[in-house]
């Protein structure tokens, strides 16, 4: 119970702050400039108190996995997703969450991607996360 109140008064904070607005139905967006919502969906929570917006467009959706991402991924390292993340999101303040909250949105971008877990967590370290390079599955 003190979590849900927590959260609620964690969203609410950011609606004052005009960082978050609320929509109808217990929906809530980012705003964007005009005034207009730049990304709806599902909010999922993380349990170091961040969360991403699994969004309800498929065009969205499409943005972050697939074709697309392999467009733009195959043959770069995990290295430079976590630098290209962490020099650019949250939009409004690049870097300023922590190495372990980059790293954990790198493994669900991965994930999205059908990118198998490794053995071990990945690490918010980009020279290492460099030996590792982003290679679609070769069909059989």
């Known amino acids: 119970m003190r979590d849900r109140r927590e959260f609620a008064s964690r969203l609410q904070e950011l609606m004052r702050r005009g960082e978050l607005e609320g929509l109808s139905g217990e929906r809530y967006g980012i ?14 929570m993380h349990r170091d108190g961040f969360g991403f917006v699994i969004p309800e467009s498929a065009s969205v959706k499409e ?23 962490r020099n650019t999101m949250p939009m409004n303040q690049p870097d300023s969450l922590t190495a372990k909250q980059y790293v954990d949105l790198v493994a669900y971008l991965l994930q999205a991607n059908g990118f198998p877990a490794g053995k071990e967590e990945l690490q918010g370290d980009s020279q290492a996360l460099k030996s590792i390079t982003i290679q679609q599955k070769k069909s059989k």
Not at 31 to 44: D, F, S, Y
Not at 63 to 85: K, S
């Open 31 to 44: 705003p964007k400039r005009g005034g207009k919502n730049l990304v709806t969906g599902r909010l999922t």
């Open 63 to 85: 943005r972050l996995a697939g074709d697309i991402f392999m467009a733009n991924w195959e043959g770069r390292t995990v290295g430079d997703l976590f630098d290209t993340t």
